[in-house]
């Protein structure tokens, strides 16, 4: 079974930045892409940002690309989110997901997910 525990969210003023961490439990962390989704109170869940298995591929939604950088630490079993440029727009819960190709998670196809942070973004 894979665990994700999300954490580092919190709450910042606009323009400024945040980093999210997903760190992974079990041996698989390696053999999973990785991605980044949010969702604000009644709002759809939206794809924010995946990095595939050796990190070498990321693709952003649009609304963040630019501002936000997707990275992993495979020896540390840990995905990053850096958040900069922050707006208030980007008030959500913040959920950290495993798929099976970048490409897949892009789509909405989820293995496994965290229980999510809160990031609150104040004008």
């Known amino acids: 079974q894979v665990q994700l525990v999300e954490s580092g969210g919190g709450l910042v003023q606009a323009g400024g930045s945040l980093r999210l961490s997903c760190a992974a439990s079990g041996r698989t962390f390696s053999s999973a892409a990785m991605g980044w989704f949010r969702q604000a109170p009644g709002k759809e869940r939206e794809f924010v940002a995946g990095?595939?298995?050796?990190?070498?591929?990321?693709y952003y939604g649009d609304s963040v690309s630019g501002r936000f950088t997707i990275s992993r630490d495979n020896a540390k079993n840990t995905a990053y989110l850096q958040m900069n440029s922050l707006k208030p727009e980007d008030t959500a819960a913040y959920y950290c997901a495993t798929g099976f190709t970048v490409i897949r998670l892009r789509q909405g196809a989820y293995d496994y997910w965290g229980r999510g942070t809160q990031v609150t973004v104040s004008s």
């Open positions: 990095i595939s298995r050796s990190g070498s591929t990321t």
